[in-house]
T-cell receptor
Framework: AQKVTQAQTEISVVEKEDVTLDCVYE???????LFWYKQPPSGELVFLIR??????QNEISGRYSWNFQKSTSSFNFTITASQVVDSAVYFC?????????????FGPGTSLSVIP | GAVVSQHPSRVICKSGTSVKIECRSL??????MFWYRQFPKKSLMLMAT?????????EQGVEKDKFLINHASLTLSTLTVTSAHPEDSSFYIC???????????FGSGTRLTVV
């Protein structure tokens, strides 16, 4: 069973629009970490955020914000006032205490295209 | 922050030859490194966990004789694709856990093309 689900395969938005990327995860561990990574066309993975399972506070970093809700096992990512440079594939990922956090399970990714 | 350097970024090789990819942690010691493979427009799949001074742990379905991993020092892990075939063409990316930050830092990836 897929442990990290990103239901949106591809999203296109017009520049300056807000966009939310969905992430739903599945784990039996009570202790785990969730991540978001950005993969631009160059291929490298850019770390965006890490959140542990005990911290449900939402976080805002510039135009980026994250909504972590344990009740729905979701960790959604919103980009406000999107820009062309935001075009990339975004991965949500999970690592669990049960595997000593060594296995990072990636979701299938959401390809975001921001159109000027 | 922690930096992981991966080389080469691109490599083209002939079928039957072997290719070595290096992954270095530049400003921290990494007792454990991870190797991923990514097919076009697909997600990252963990291939193996590389442990300094011991054998790598391979994920189910990954041929250990095809993908040789060596982690000879606390800052270097290598992945050698042996007797490469066109189906081995892929994007390979390594990562290491930064103990100071508790996150995973990724290398810039290696795009392997076997012709």
């Amino acid at each position: 069973a897929q442990k990290v689900t990103q239901a949106q395969t591809e999203i296109s938005v017009v520049e300056k629009e807000d966009v939310t990327l969905d992430c739903v995860y599945e784990t039996r561990d009570t202790t785990y970490y969730l991540f978001w990574y950005k993969q631009p066309p160059s291929g490298e993975l850019v770390f965006l955020i890490r959140r542990n399972s005990f911290d449900e506070q939402n976080e805002i970093s510039g135009r980026y914000s994250w909504n972590f809700q344990k009740s729905t096992s979701s960790f959604n990512f919103t980009i406000t006032a999107s820009q062309v440079v935001d075009s990339a594939v975004y991965f949500c990922a999970l690592s669990e205490k049960g595997t000593s956090y060594d296995k990072v399970i990636f979701g299938p990714g959401t390809s975001l295209s921001v159109i000027p | 922050g922690a930096v992981v350097s991966q080389h080469p970024s691109r490599v083209i090789c002939k079928s039957g030859t072997s290719v070595k990819i290096e992954c270095r942690s530049l400003d921290f010691q990494a007792t454990t490194m991870f190797w991923y493979r990514q097919f076009p427009k697909k997600s990252l799949m963990l291939m193996a966990t590389s442990n300094e001074g011991s054998k790598a742990t391979y994920e189910q379905g990954v041929e250990k004789d095809k993908f040789l991993i060596n982690h000879a020092s606390l800052t270097l892990s290598t992945l050698t694709v042996t007797s490469a075939h066109p189906e081995d063409s892929s994007f390979y990316i390594c990562s290491a856990r930064d103990p100071a930050f508790y996150g995973y830092t990724f290398g810039s990836g290696t795009r392997l093309t076997v012709v």
